[in-house]
């Protein structure tokens, strides 16, 4: 079964660190476009960060400078560092992403969500 792997969340004190990868696995593939995106309980969906297939990223104004999106293309995983975290970003945070095929076929994806939770 072709998916996206979240992995990495947990619990942190506030202004600790965390790091999420997001993994593709059920075959070989590799990522084009990743999104990373939280969702509080109550809230919606928010994109968090993104990265292109060539490296170019792209955050939320209340990330920039905290969280650093990249990636790792021979791995087919893309990381999430989040430092500086505060209690208000506790979420569960997904993947979503592009999946292509060594025949060129492609797929979005979402992962199935990991807890971050940022609390003392």
């Known amino acids: 079964q072709v998916q996206l792997v979240e992995s990495g969340g947990g619990l942190v004190q506030p202004g600790g660190s965390l790091r999420l990868s997001c993994a593709a696995s059920?075959?070989?593939?590799?990522?084009?476009?990743v999104g990373w995106y939280r969702q509080a309980p109550g809230k919606e969906r928010e994109l968090v960060a993104s990265?292109?297939?060539?490296?170019?990223?792209n955050y939320a104004d209340s990330v920039r400078g905290r969280f650093t999106i990249s990636r790792d293309n021979a791995k087919s995983t893309v990381f999430l560092q989040m430092n500086s975290l505060k209690p208000e970003e506790t979420a569960v945070y997904y993947c979503?992403?592009?999946?292509?095929?060594?025949?060129?076929?492609?797929?979005?994806?979402w992962g199935q969500g990991t807890q971050v939770t940022v609390s003392s």
């Open positions: 059920g075959g070989i593939f590799s990522i084009n476009t």
């Open positions: 990265i292109t297939g060539g490296g170019r990223t």
């Open positions: 979503n992403g592009v999946l292509i095929s060594p025949l060129g076929s492609r797929g979005n994806y």
